[in-house]
Structure formats: structure tokens, C-alpha cells
């Protein structure tokens, strides 16, 4: 199955996908989208829109996991995230694919084994899943 990640956010989006037959993981491709802090959300919004669906269009993914919002003590910052991730639901939905929807203690324990892992255990991880 070829699987697309998105780990959204408005100054740096990420991506991933990867095909995987559920033991063996293989990466197709993977990104940052960037946006300038000092352009309007909407155009933001927008070019995170256009490349994502390129990335959609190029990989042909089946299936879809995008990060649940979490709290945040920063309502905007929340708010702005929220926007991005719905922009993310829309193309998932808008190109047919299966979505799934995951917390980050769910994502953390489910490629590193523990909830609360670093950004580092995290990334060495899946660097070892995918034999980077």
C-alpha cells in the first residue's frame, strides 16, 4: 500500500510517502513545503494547498495519515494549524484516498514505542524503518 504523511503546520509542512506491504517500508518521496511568516495566511494556505496536490497527483497515494490537532496554550497558533491540517483533509478527500488521523502519542508510540520520544528518537527511527 502507498501511504502519504502529512505533519502540517504554516511555516513548514512535511510529507511523506512510502509503500509498504506491512513488515517492509520503502520511502517514495518526501518533502518541506516552506511558507514565508510574512505572507497572508491565505496565500500561505494556498501554497500548501498547490504543492500537496501535486505531491498527491505525482505519488498516487492510497491511503492518508494526517496528525490530530493538539492543545495548544497558544489559541492562534492552534487556530493557524487547524487551517493547514483542514487544507490537508480537503485533498485528501478531494482525491478519493482512505484517511486515517492520529494523535502524536499515537504516532511517537507507534513507530518508537514510547508516547513521549523526541523529535530525534523519532527521526532514527523511521530512518531505520525506511533503511536510510
Do not use: W
Amino acid at each position: 500500500m502507498r501511504v502519504l504523511g502529512i505533519d502540517c503546520g504554516t511555516e513548514r509542512t512535511g510529507y511523506g510517502v512510502i509503500d509498504s506491504d506491512g513488515h517492509t517500508h520503502r520511502l517514495i518521496s518526501a518533502g518541506v513545503i516552506r511558507t514565508s511568516a510574512k505572507a497572508p495566511l491565505g496565500e500561505r494556505l494556498h501554497e500548501i494547498f498547490r504543492e500537496l496536490r501535486s505531491v498527491i497527483a505525482r505519488d498516487e497515494p492510497e491511503a492518508a495519515a494526517v496528525e490530530e490537532v493538539f492543545y495548544s496554550a497558544n489559541v492562534k497558533t492552534a487556530l493557524k494549524l487547524a487551517h493547514v491540517r483542514g487544507v490537508a483533509l480537503l485533498l485528501v478527500s478531494e482525491a478519493g484516498i482512505e484517511l486515517g488521523e492520529y494523535s502524536p502519542l499515537e504516532i511517537k508510540t507507534s513507530v518508537v514505542g514510547y508516547g513521549r520520544a523526541e523529535k530525534q528518537q523519532v527521526q532514527m527511527m523511521v530512518a531505520s524503518l525506511l533503511r536510510l
